[in-house]
């Protein structure tokens, strides 16, 4: 054990208990370490960025901040990931989140197994939105001035022979869509594969919870994607921490 870096995260959580700060002989003594060696620390944690010394006391600074921020990212992701696992294993098909965010589409998180393997993303799903469930699910959910956004900076156009061919038949196909209605795709991104998307609400932001099948089970795919909408109802609050990764 390095006994300096024990003191200095001593001292650290001792500053963090007291959210207007605390005077140097306060947390030396309330972190147990002589005062000469509490101030030591106390200026080189300070020169790091992790603390400030403000009017006297000392406070948190921006390194702990984010080292804080970082945990809770790590944390939600996590939460994320085991949601997934758990809808895969229950749907037992490859699971997708993905949400639409600063004008693009990104997928937060996958889980899949070696036996069912995710569908190959051989071209950017940012920008083939108009040619997979999970980007058709999610431009359904915005407004026509923001749709039009996206097709001006990537343009409809066939990837496969099944692809939907130009901007018109895309959004009379997003027109005929009821609300919360599972979005299906079959062969339009990737040759022998399925997929199906469902948009949830997760904030303010648009956001998708998808699955894909091989091309030989497509007569799973809609008792699939019922199973997972039940599923993700149970967990959603879950899936709303991502929006924030």
Known sequence: MIGS????????????????????KQLAREAGLPLPTAYHLLRTLTHEGYLRR????????????????GGIQQKRRSMILDSLAH???????????????????????????????ACEEWADFRVTGHAHAIGQCLLGQLDGRSRQDYYDRHPVEAITPYTVQDLRSLEYRIGSLERMQPVTERQEYSLG?????IP???????????????????SRLLSAIDRLRNEVGALLSTLAFSISI
Do not use: K, M, W
């Not at 870096?5 to 140097?24: D, F, I, K, M």
């Not at 403000?54 to 080292?67: I, K, S, T, Y």
């Open 200 to 218: 949830i609400a997760v904030g303010d932001a648009p956001a998708t919870v998808a699955i894909s099948l091989p091309l030989h089970q497509e």
């Open 193 to 197: 594969t399925v997929c199906a998307a």
């Open 54 to 69: 403000e009017n006297g006391v000392f406070v948190l600074g921006d390194a702990a901040a984010r080292l804080a921020c």
């Open 5 to 24: 870096v024990q003191r200095a995260l001593r001292l650290l959580e001792a500053v963090g208990s007291h959210s207007g700060g605390a005077p140097a």
């Open 87 to 117: 809808f895969r294993d229950v749907v037992r098909a490859p699971v997708y989140f993905a949400v639409y965010r600063e004008g693009e589409i990104e997928v937060v998180g996958v889980s899949d197994t070696p036996a069912s393997p």
